[in-house]
Nanobody, 115 residues
Framework: QVQLVESGGGSVQAGGSLRLSCVAF????????MGWYRQSPGKEHELVAT???????NYADSVKGRFTISRDQTKKAVYLQMNSLKPEDTGVYYC?????????WGQGTQVTVSS
């Protein structure tokens, strides 16, 4: 069982920045994907960014150029730096890990972007 704990959400005005952090209670090998999904009002659960290995990142088209995902294996953590935030980025952001062919999810952290 993998536990994931997110932090760093909050409220910010459009154009602002936030950094989300997710710490796993056990080490997730770098070749296993970790990342972030979000649930925005009126929208389906969607991928924001995932990272596998040290150079393989996948971003939603809507966040490319604004969000950056990174991992720190020593801290068992994955981060999401969010810049130039827009109101449509509002939602609950969930940390994700795939380990042992099982998907694990954090409890979610709220991000609210006001115009």
């Amino acid at each position: 069982q993998v536990q994931l704990v997110e932090s760093g959400g909050g409220s910010v005005q459009a154009g602002g920045s936030l950094r989300l952090s997710c710490v796993a209670f056990q080490s997730i090998p770098s070749h296993n994907p970790m990342g972030w999904y979000r649930q925005s009002p009126g929208k389906e659960h969607e991928l924001v960014a995932t990272m596998t290995g040290v150079v393989s990142m996948n971003y939603a088209d809507s966040v490319k150029g604004r969000f950056t995902i990174s991992r720190d294996q020593t801290k068992k953590a994955v981060y999401l730096q969010m810049n130039s935030l827009k109101p449509e980025d509002t939602g609950v952001y969930y940390c994700y890990a795939n380990y042992g062919s099982t998907e694990y999810w954090g409890q979610g952290t709220q991000v609210t972007v006001s115009s």
